[in-house]
């Protein structure tokens, strides 16, 4: 079809960095501006179609055509036929990538009100069923019977595929779950639930495959080790419940657990064939590795730690629900306070978690590393000897040299929006 030529930038175009496409001869384009671009006149005859999650370049004549997703920002840069004199004309300044996208105008005939609808940057809707609720209304009595709202769907998906939108997002509260049946009977399936709602989806384009994104498809879990200062053993739990306390190991040795929940008097009859492992649990929404290391042995054990940095991590998959896994071992220290306790004659004290552990202790690494389920696992095998040369060259944390293994952790402004971002590397570098 005949169009303008335009340029979707990306972030990489923004950074003064020259640009070539060639068609028969070499052609230069360079980007002047990190914010402001320009609409050429030329006209080309192109096909292609962008889409998010793939990349196309073209260049027709004097005109160069980046397709970087729908997502991006468009704009058009004239290049020169001369190797030596590439520019860039900036006459009309649009929107940047990273600002906020502007919500198009509300369609005064969709059937639902513009509080309840959300636009994204995908040519995607978001239909909020709790924003259809009247105002200082009860929930109990303003339900929105299945009938009315299945023709009030009806009719804005016709509205919707006439403005070309594409990925359609239902978001139900659990108190209006009679509405989901309505909204599969066009073709909505299914993206993902959480407590209180879930989410719908449906792809509207005939012509091409669903680009919406899966639900929810890892989870993210802890382990936390500790070291003793004094004596250089690990800090290990036995779990009341759990993968972990059915199986039945054979040790090296037997294993006297000095501190038990309080409920625990039949403990000693478990120790000999429970497994002992370091402190672990998974991630809460919106929470940082780090911070779950340091919040689930304060949880399990009483102790208050800091992070110091990621020794190594797994990737499962097959897990709960079919999802994956990825688990990172984390390196954590002891608050301050524990060392003056013990340069006083005092013990750092352990308080197991009523809930789920059975007991916590200070064990040897070897000892750790040698139970029969670790022995018989060559993944097992190579975390725990992760875990091993930290202990043996001694405990140096990162804050105390650059020479470690790992990753540290770094929380750092976003910068072109609000909001900040941890970011794990490499403690070398």
Request: some cysteine; glycine content about 6%; proline content about 5%.
């Amino acid at each position: 079809m005949k169009t303008s030529a335009v340029l979707l930038a990306s972030s990489a175009l923004r950074s003064g960095r020259t640009a070539r496409w060639t068609n028969g001869a070499r052609r230069s384009c360079f980007f002047r501006s990190s914010s402001a671009f320009a609409v050429a006149p030329s006209v080309v005859d192109t096909t292609s179609s962008h889409t998010s999650s793939h990349r196309r370049r073209v260049a027709f004549g004097a005109v160069a055509v980046l397709f970087a997703g729908s997502s991006t920002t468009t704009a058009v840069a004239m290049c020169s036929n001369d190797d030596n004199a590439a520019s860039a004309s900036v006459t009309t300044a649009v929107k940047s990538i990273d600002d906020p996208l502007k919500t198009p105008p509300h369609n005064k005939l969709l059937p639902f009100p513009e509080s309840s609808l959300r636009h994204d940057t995908y040519s995607g809707v978001t239909l909020d069923i709790s924003k259809l609720l009247i105002d200082g209304s009860d929930e109990s009595d303003n339900k929105l019977d299945a009938e009315t709202f299945q023709e009030m769907l009806g009719k804005a998906i016709d509205i919707w595929k006439s403005e070309n939108r594409r990925g359609i997002w239902i978001r139900c509260p659990t108190s209006h779950a009679h509405l989901i049946a309505p909204s599969t009977n066009y073709g909505f399936d299914f993206q993902h639930a959480e407590p209180g709602y879930c989410v719908l989806t449906k792809w509207l384009p005939t012509n091409s495959i669903s680009r919406l994104p899966n639900g929810p498809t890892h989870q993210v879990g802890i382990g936390a080790l500790v070291i003793h200062p004094r004596t250089g053993k690990m800090l290990a739990v036995q779990e009341r419940n759990g993968p972990a306390a059915a199986r039945k190991l054979v040790s090296q040795r037997p294993f006297f657990c000095s501190y038990v929940s309080s409920s625990s008097a039949f403990v000693v009859l478990t120790l000999l064939t429970a497994q002992w492992k370091m402190p672990t649990g998974l991630t809460d929404p919106g929470e940082d590795i780090s911070s779950a290391a340091v919040r689930e042995l304060k949880e399990e054990t009483g102790l208050d730690c800091q992070f110091d940095r990621i020794i190594c991590f797994r990737q499962a998959h097959g897990g709960l629900f079919n999802r994956s896994d990825m688990f990172f071992v984390c390196l954590c220290k002891l608050s301050p306070k524990y060392e003056q306790r013990l340069e006083e004659g005092g013990d750092i004290e352990l308080l197991p978690q009523e809930e789920e552990i059975l007991c916590a202790d200070w064990i040897d690494m070897e000892d750790y590393a040698h139970q029969s389920v670790w022995k018989e696992s060559p993944l097992y095998k190579e975390m725990n000897g992760a875990m091993l040369r930290v202990a043996q060259r001694g405990i140096e944390y990162s804050s105390d040299t650059n020479n470690n293994e790992g990753f540290v952790a770094k929380e750092l402004p976003v910068g072109f929006r609000p909001g900040s971002n941890t970011i794990y590397v490499s403690s070398r570098l």
